[in-house]
């Protein structure tokens, strides 16, 4: 192809082609504007998001904070005694089941060591 042909080419479509160009850029510009917005949407669900989690791991903390208290008998609340009962239920059967796994470990050294004579 001959630069001349090119350039007739070009002449040609010349106002196709700016017309597309300008209709391309409202379209980049619309689309920009849209993705922007999402980030911004979806930054913010990620900061609620993380507020939630603050939150919980608060709920958590202040929980544990009050069930040792009531475990230690600092405090009294009428209304947490069911909680208690379960809680001291839930910490017999933990240290029941560390003493057991302490015999457990005792009996696997001694055979252990028996093995090796």
Not at 50 to 68: A, P, R, V
Not at 86 to 108: C, E, P, W
Request: charged residues 40%.
């Amino acid at each position: 192809m001959k630069k001349t042909d090119v350039d007739k080419l070009l002449k040609k479509y010349q106002p196709v082609i700016k017309k597309t160009g300008k209709q391309m850029a409202k379209i980049a510009k619309v689309a920009e504007e849209d993705i922007s917005k999402l980030y911004r949407i979806a930054h913010t669900y990620v900061e609620m998001q993380m507020k939630n989690i603050q939150k919980e791991k608060l709920y958590h903390e202040i929980g544990k904070d009050i069930s040792d208290k009531i475990l230690s008998g600092k405090l009294e609340i009428p209304e947490l005694d069911e909680y208690k009962k379960r809680l001291l239920d839930i910490s017999s059967k933990g240290s029941k089941m560390k003493r057991k796994l302490s015999r457990i470990t005792k009996i696997n050294k001694t055979k252990k060591n028996a093995d090796k004579k």
